[in-house]
T-cell receptor
Framework: GAVVSQHPSWVICKSGTSVKIECRSL??????MFWYRQFPKQSLMLMAT?????????EQGVEKDKFLINHASLTLSTLTVTSAHPEDSSFYIC????????????FGPGTRLTVL | GQQLNQSPQSMFIQEGEDVSMNCTSS?????WLWYKQEPGEGPVLLIA?????ELTSNGRLTAQFGITRKDSFLNISASIPSDVGIYFC??????????FGTGTRLQVFP
């Protein structure tokens, strides 16, 4: 499967600040990446689909102006949480489609965001 | 929205026992995937199923795509302590979006 990295692995920030999370596909070029959010003891919820060279597609209820996604290259997608608030504290995970079989997604190690 | 229901919600078993968990939906899906997630990490793909009735193994793990295309099960034989984690099913229809199940938390005691 694909190898995916995320940076940082954890971040603590003050309320009102912005935080950028990077997702990198290390071993192949990913035209599509996905961003998920997972609250404690809950399942993964898809936030948005990140398409290289075009605007991201957001799921219903996810504010696109708050969660800015940039997929500027085939190996890098970034998620910026703008004006973060304590309720944005969560585990953010990205994934990539292998390209061979789109339904198989391979996940990064996740980023734990804590907003004070 | 769409939801995949997993059962049981949690399992506490002794090392060496076999484990069975399932995932059901009210809708038909074309793909069933099983992932394992350990604390503080991203999910890892275990098995992918693409055809109704398909039975696939990966070591001690076996999963089947239900004939009705509305369910799937995952079995783990001869469990070991490193099997501990949360097991998620995930499904999709014709798009590449995945819907995740509610998860089954597995605890294995030596």
């Amino acid at each position: 499967g694909a190898v995916v990295s995320q940076h940082p692995s954890w971040v603590i920030c003050k309320s009102g600040t912005s935080v950028k999370i990077e997702c990198r596909s290390l071993d192949f070029q990913a035209t599509t990446m996905f961003w998920y959010r997972q609250f404690p003891k809950q399942s993964l919820m898809l936030m948005a689909t990140s398409n290289e060279g075009s605007k991201a597609t957001y799921e219903q209820g996810v504010e696109k102006d708050k969660f800015l996604i940039n997929h500027a290259s085939l190996t890098l997608s970034t998620l910026t949480v703008t004006s973060a608030h304590p309720e944005d504290s969560s585990f953010y995970i990205c994934s990539v489609s292998s390209g061979r079989l789109l339904n198989e997604q391979f996940f990064g190690p996740g980023t734990r965001l804590t907003v004070l | 929205g769409q939801q995949l229901n997993q059962s049981p919600q949690s399992m506490f078993i002794q090392e060496g026992e076999d484990v069975s968990m399932n995932c059901t939906s009210s809708s038909i899906f074309n793909t069933w995937l099983w992932y394992k997630q350990e604390p503080g990490e991203g999910p890892v793909l275990l098995i992918a199923l693409y055809k109704a009735g398909e039975l696939t193994s990966n070591g001690r793990l076996t999963a089947q795509f239900g004939i009705t295309r509305k369910d799937s099960f995952l079995n783990i034989s001869a469990s070991i302590p490193s099997d501990v984690g949360i097991y998620f099913c995930a499904s999709s229809r014709n798009t590449d979006k995945l819907i995740f199940g509610t998860g089954t938390r597995l605890q294995v005691f030596p």
